[in-house]
């Protein structure tokens, strides 16, 4: 590739598996659909919104922990890596390595592919000397790498505590799969909000300007756009709480009513109260999550966190199992 290029891999999961997943998760016992599906044009945008809200902290949090620490995690990592981004969306927080390390090349990974696109444009502008492998896919699935210089250091970045979207036991097996990507010779900086007060959490994904009940009811407009959905949005509200006893927050659709909704073709009944269930984010103390990060095969070496204690950056050694 010449400089100021950029190779996109387009692996966008097809509509049939988008239709597939909601219908099964809305005939479920318990309703829900996977928070992978929050990622369109429009639901990124929203998600950026987010971001930049008072009460959202992680992000500034995080933030501010690469800041402070790019000097120790230039130095962990070294020069020439492959830079893996998992989650890029608008490649903020990366931009605070890229100089730092200047890496062989830049692989972004992420499943809005409209936006995975603009951002890797953006990036190659600003960074000319940067090779950029923009990969569209759902890497909650098995990952691969479409592209992997042999000999070549990869380094994994996953900010924005998007593991808390995983159960436990997806989070164990998501991490294995990041380790055996890795091999023996990479590394994983990894972003793992923390645990804390109740209030700082709940005022985080319920914001005083409902730009949060906004991203949750895209999820719904997004079915109607693309599989024929016919849900009736005003007839739903955003829910947001923490589960102490599961130590996550959670994230609902709530029915005001007693309805009928057709998703492409298929009636789904709704009692007054039920709930689609679209998110979990899970939290972890610092010692929990290393514990975690050992029996998925790497080696905790380095954990940073703010100075109020809300959010950590773990950087973690890539081992055999």
């Not at 608008?90 to 499943?111: C, F, G, H």
């Not at 103390?285 to 950590?312: K, V």
């Amino acid at each position: 590739m010449t400089a100021c290029a950029i190779r996109f891999y387009d692996y966008f999961p097809a509509v049939d598996s988008f239709r597939a997943e909601v219908l099964e998760g809305l005939g479920a016992h318990t309703k829900r659909i996977a928070p992978k599906f929050f990622y369109d044009a429009c639901g990124s945008q929203l998600f950026e919104a987010i971001c930049d809200l008072p009460e959202y902290y992680l992000t500034r949090a995080e933030t501010k922990i690469l800041t402070t620490h790019a000097p120790e995690i230039s130095r962990l990592i070294g020069p020439g890596c492959l830079l893996i981004e998992l989650g890029s969306g608008n490649s903020r927080k990366v931009r605070l390595l890229l100089e730092a390390l200047q890496p062989t090349a830049y692989l972004p990974m992420d499943i809005s592919r409209d936006h995975l696109r603009h951002a890797a444009h953006l990036l190659v502008t600003d960074y000319p000397w940067l090779e950029v492998h923009a990969t569209c896919i759902d890497y909650s699935r098995r990952i691969d790498l479409p592209y992997c210089p042999e000999g070549t250091r990869k380094i994994a970045f996953f900010p924005g505590s998007s593991i808390g979207n995983f159960e436990p036991d997806d989070a164990l097996a998501f991490l294995r799969d990041v380790a055996r990507v890795l091999q023996t010779n990479g590394a994983l900086l990894i972003g793992v909000d923390l645990k804390k007060d109740t209030g700082v959490l709940h005022a985080a994904y319920n914001d005083s300007r409902g730009i949060t009940a906004k991203f949750n009811l895209n999820l719904l407009a997004r079915i109607n756009r693309e599989l024929d959905g016919r849900f009736m949005l005003d007839n739903f509200e955003h829910l947001a709480f923490y589960n102490e006893a599961r130590g996550r927050i959670e994230m609902h659709l709530a029915s005001r009513c007693q309805q009928a909704v057709l998703v492409g073709g298929q009636r789904f009944q709704f009692a007054q109260g039920e709930t689609v269930h679209t998110e979990n984010s899970y939290k972890y103390g610092l010692e929990e999550f290393r514990d975690l990060a050992r029996q998925a095969g790497f080696e905790p070496l380095r954990a940073w966190s703010d100075d109020q204690g809300l959010f950590s950056v773990h950087y973690l050694d890539a081992r055999s199992v």
